[in-house]
């Protein structure tokens, strides 16, 4: 494993824990605000939708080759 090839791989890993925290802050942070089960949904869905066109945009460079 040459250096590029790991720093690759140590993004990916990193931005994914960095993407799992963030859900877990917004989770916490509707449960912590009483906004009940609809309102935590649409705290995930607004605020996720950033970080899911990272995960979309990683996806589709592997998939087009690009």
Known sequence: ???ANFEEV???IGVFVLIAFMFFIIFDLGRRSGAGK???????IGLGVGMMGFIIKEVLIR???I
Not at 38 to 44: D, E
Request: charged letters at 5%; a negative charge.
């Open 1 to 3: 494993m040459n250096l």
């Open 63 to 65: 998939v087009l080759d």
């Open 10 to 12: 140590g993004m990916y």
């Open 38 to 44: 609809f309102g935590t949904m649409i705290l995930l």
